[in-house]
C-alpha cells in the first residue's frame, strides 16, 4: 500500500475531492479528509482505515473510549469525529417531515386516499415526532385477525421508534370508524404499550378527507 506522499496528487484525497467532488472518495479517504495529518510511523490513510473499521463494526456505540483506544488517535481528533456525526445526525433530523397531527398524515398518504382496495399503513417516529419511515403492511379488507401486531409494530421495533401511526384507507368513501376500525385500534393500543412504543392515531383516508380515532377521543 502507498503511503500519502507516494500518491499521484490527485488521487490524494484532498486533491481528489476538489477535482471530483465528495461522492468519489471511498470511506477512509473521506475520514483522512475529516482527520488532515496522521501521527508518527502513521499516516493519515491508515488511521483512517482503522477509524472506519472500527465503525463499521458497531458503529451504533461509537464512543470517545472506543476511538481513543486507536493508537495515534489522541483526544481532539476523536472529539472531531464525533462532533461532525453528531452535527450530521442533527442536520438529516431537521430536514426530515414532522409529523405532529391527522392532517399531516393525510398528506403524507394522499395518494392512498383514492385507491379502489383497502391499505393498511403504518408510519414510524422518532421522539421529536419526525418520520421515520413509511411502510404498506396490509392490502385487502381488514379485520382484527388479519392485521397481526408482530407485523405492525417488528419494523417499528427495528426503527427503534418512539411512536408508531396507523392508518387505512376507506374505498366506499365513508369517513367513520366501523366496528372492526375499532377493535384493531384498541388491540394493537395493548400491544404498544407492553412494548412502549406509543400508538398515537388511527386515521382513515377517504376522497372526502380523514379521521382520527385520537381527535374522536376513541384511543
Same mark, same amino acid.
Do not use: C, W
Given at each position: 500500500m502507498?503511503?500519502?506522499r ?7 484525497p ?28 502513521k ?19 461509537l464512543?470517545l ?23 450530521s ?5 431537521? @430536514? /426530515? +417531515?414532522?409529523?405532529?397531527? !391527522? ?5 403524507? =398518504?394522499? *395518494?392512498?386516499?383514492?385507491? &379502489?382496495? #383497502? ?11 419526525h ?5 404498506v ?8 385477525s ?27 368513501g ?10 384493531? @385500534? /384498541? +388491540?394493537?393500543?395493548?400491544? !404498544? ?5 406509543? =400508538?398515537? *392515531?388511527?386515521?382513515?383516508? &377517504?376522497? #372526502? ?11
Amino acid at each position: 500500500m502507498k503511503k500519502l506522499r507516494d500518491l499521484h496528487r490527485l488521487d490524494k484525497p484532498r486533491e481528489k475531492l476538489v477535482a471530483r467532488g465528495t461522492q468519489a472518495l471511498k470511506n477512509d479517504e473521506l475520514m483522512a479528509v475529516l482527520l488532515g495529518s496522521g501521527v508518527r510511523g502513521k499516516d493519515v490513510r491508515k488511521l483512517a482505515r482503522e477509524i472506519v473499521t472500527l465503525m463499521e463494526s458497531d458503529f451504533e456505540h461509537l464512543t470517545l473510549e472506543r476511538l481513543l483506544a486507536i493508537h495515534g488517535l489522541g483526544t481532539a481528533k476523536a472529539s472531531q469525529i464525533l462532533a461532525a456525526i453528531e452535527f450530521s445526525r442533527r442536520y438529516l433530523i431537521r @430536514t /426530515r +417531515r414532522r409529523i405532529t397531527d !391527522a392532517r399531516h398524515v393525510y398528506e403524507e =398518504l394522499q *395518494d392512498y386516499a383514492t385507491r &379502489s382496495q #383497502e391499505y393498511f399503513l403504518s408510519l414510524t417516529l422518532d421522539g421529536a415526532s419526525h418520520l421515520i419511515e413509511t411502510r404498506v403492511v396490509f392490502i385487502g379488507t381488514l379485520n382484527q385477525s388479519l392485521v397481526h401486531p408482530r407485523e405492525v409494530f417488528a419494523d417499528a421495533i427495528a426503527d427503534r421508534a418512539a411512536g408508531i401511526i396507523i392508518a387505512h384507507n376507506h374505498p366506499s368513501g365513508t369517513l367513520e370508524a366501523s366496528h372492526a376500525d375499532l377493535q384493531i @385500534t /384498541r +388491540r394493537l393500543t395493548e400491544v !404498544a404499550k407492553l412494548i412502549g412504543i406509543d =400508538l398515537l *392515531d388511527h386515521v382513515i383516508l &377517504s376522497k #372526502e378527507g380523514y379521521y382520527s380515532l385520537s381527535d374522536e377521543g376513541l384511543m
